[in-house]
C-alpha cells in the first residue's frame, strides 16, 4: 500500500489516498492515537469511492472513532472501464430511456463486478490491518451485493450495514441465507428503482439472527441523516 496524498480535515480526521496495485483508494482516521476499529464502505453498484454521500458518511464515522476505508471497484471511479463495461453501460441507459425491463443487463453488468470487487476488498484488508493505526474488528458498510458476498468468505467481517437501494444479483440473494453476523438493513419505501417487495424477501433471507431493518419514507437518495447516527450507534455495539 503506497500514501499518494495526505491533508488534516478542519473536524481533526486525517484523509489520505492510496493505491495498492492497481486499486485506487482513501482512508480515513481519527485524531485519536489509539488502534480505531476498521469499517469498509463502498457506493452501491460501483459508483466511485468520491462521491460526495459516501465521503460524508466516511467523515462522520470518522469523527466518531473508526478508520474507514473506500476504494474504487473495477471499470468505476478513476480506473479504465473495458468494452465489456462501456456495452453494458450503454446498453443499461438505452434499456432505461425505452422504458424496457432491467434485471438482465444488471445482472450482465452488476454480477461480474461483484466477483471482481470482492476479492480486491479482501486484500485492501489485508493491507489495511497492517497499519498501526488500524485495529480490529472491521463492519461493512453500503454496497449490498458486494456486502453479501464479503459477509460469506471473510470471516474477519463482525457486522454489516446494508443500503436497499441497488440492484441484487440472484447469487447473492442466494447467498443472503448465509450471513450470519449482526446486520443493519436500510431501505427507501419509495424508491422507484428498486422494488420494495425484492428488498423485504431480501431482508427476510438474511440468515442472521440479529437483523435490523429500517424503512424510510422517500426516494432513493432520500436516506435521512439520522441514519448515518444510528449507523456509528450499531457499529459502535459491535466493533468496540
Known amino acids: 500500500m503506497q500514501f499518494t496524498s495526505e491533508q488534516r480535515l478542519d473536524d481533526g480526521v486525517l484523509e489520505r489516498e492510496f493505491t495498492l496495485g492497481e486499486i485506487p483508494g482513501t482512508l480515513w482516521t481519527p485524531g485519536s492515537a489509539a488502534p480505531a476499529p476498521l469499517i469498509l464502505m463502498a457506493h452501491n453498484n460501483g459508483l466511485p469511492k468520491g462521491e460526495p454521500r459516501l465521503v460524508a458518511r466516511a467523515r462522520h464515522s470518522a469523527t466518531h472513532g473508526y478508520a474507514v476505508a473506500a476504494i474504487d471497484a473495477p471499470g468505476c471511479g478513476d480506473r479504465p472501464r473495458s468494452v465489456a463495461d462501456e456495452q453494458a453501460r450503454a446498453d443499461l441507459r438505452r434499456a432505461m430511456q425505452a422504458g424496457e425491463p432491467l434485471d438482465e443487463i444488471f445482472e450482465s453488468f452488476i454480477g461480474p463486478l461483484v466477483e471482481k470487487a470482492v476479492p480486491e476488498w479482501r486484500t485492501t484488508l489485508d493491507a489495511l490491518l497492517s497499519l498501526p493505526e488500524i485495529g480490529g474488528p472491521v463492519g461493512y458498510s453500503g454496497w449490498t451485493a458486494v456486502g453479501i458476498r464479503l459477509a460469506v468468505v471473510e470471516p474477519r467481517i463482525a457486522a454489516a450495514g446494508f443500503f436497499a437501494g441497488g440492484y441484487v444479483p440472484r447469487a447473492q440473494r442466494e447467498e443472503a441465507r448465509q ?49 448515518v447516527e444510528d449507523g456509528d450507534r450499531f457499529f459502535g455495539r459491535h466493533l468496540k
Do not use: C, S, Y
Request: overall charge negative; cysteine-free; hydrophobic content about 40%.
Open 179 to 227: 450471513v450470519t453476523i449482526p446486520l443493519l438493513f436500510l431501505l427507501q419505501w419509495d424508491d422507484e428503482g428498486n422494488p420494495r417487495q425484492r428488498a423485504l424477501d431480501l431482508f427476510d433471507a438474511f440468515g442472521t439472527k440479529e437483523k435490523t431493518l429500517h424503512a424510510n419514507m422517500g426516494g432513493h437518495t432520500g436516506t435521512p441523516w439520522f441514519e
